[in-house]
């Protein structure tokens, strides 16, 4: 069974940065294209970030330049890296397994908040 | 970027009833490997979304068969036959064709 658990969510002021985790059971993180949607308070979900098996990685351009995806095989873990934070970053962050399909799997999600 | 206009955005609907949920894309969701990579996800409150078709109609494993994709192109459906309560949440669909993937605004169907 194939299980994605989320951390590193938390309350951060604008400008500053965090670091989400993603630990990943019943598959291979870097065999899989994985990636980071995001949901706002009582709102849609927004793609974030894709990493492909191959090592290739995308982002909406929102977070381009500001966010990193990668991951650590040794781990089995996802991470992205958020710099320069904004309010509209606030949102639940899940990790997800999957590529144009969409994905099949989806961890708990991690709430980032951005205030001062 | 892609837009997916989804139709209507609060579905009220009878339990055993059917539903049908739209959804529009701005531009042709057909890729260059030939394929459609329109999908739709369920999200009952308080969860994580969860995927219930990809590629426009193949439903995904333990979903059930009242749950059905249909469309071409730009113009796509999901149709819930017999609805049930279990069934109450937010719909997206998502194209996987075109980076940045994009989602629809997402529809609400709750019972009546």
């Known amino acids: 069974e194939v299980q994605l658990v989320e951390s590193g969510g938390g309350l951060i002021q604008p400008g500053g940065s965090l670091r989400l985790s993603c630990a990943a059971s019943?598959?291979?993180?870097?065999?899989?294209?994985m990636s980071w949607v995001r949901q706002a308070p009582g709102k849609g979900l927004e793609w974030v970030s894709i990493?492909?098996?191959?090592?290739?990685?995308y982002y909406v351009d929102s977070v381009k330049g500001r966010f990193t995806i990668s991951r650590d095989n040794s781990k089995n873990t996802l991470y992205l890296q958020m710099n320069s934070l904004r309010a509209e970053d606030t949102a639940v962050y899940y990790c997800?397994?999957?590529?144009?399909?969409?994905?099949?799997?989806w961890g708990q999600g991690t709430l980032v908040t951005v205030s001062s | 970027d892609v837009v997916m206009t989804q139709s209507p955005l609060s579905l009220p609907v009878t339990l055993g009833q059917p539903a049908s949920i739209s959804c529009r894309s701005s531009?042709?969701?057909?890729?260059?490997?030939?394929?459609?990579?329109l999908n739709w996800f369920q999200q009952r409150p308080g969860q994580s979304p969860r995927r219930l078709i990809y590629k426009v109609s193949n439903r995904d494993s333990g979903v059930p068969d009242r749950f059905s994709g249909s469309g071409s192109g730009t113009d796509f459906t999901l149709t819930i036959n017999r609805v049930e309560a279990d069934d109450v949440g937010v719909y997206y669909c998502m194209q996987g064709t075109h980076w940045p993937w994009t989602f629809g605004q997402g529809t609400k169907v709750e019972i009546k």
């Open positions: 990493i492909y098996a191959g090592g290739g990685t």
């Open positions: 997800a397994r999957g590529g144009s399909n969409g994905p099949s799997s």
């Open positions: 019943g598959l291979n993180v870097n065999s899989n294209y």
């Open positions: 531009q042709s969701l057909v890729s260059s490997d030939g394929y459609t990579y």
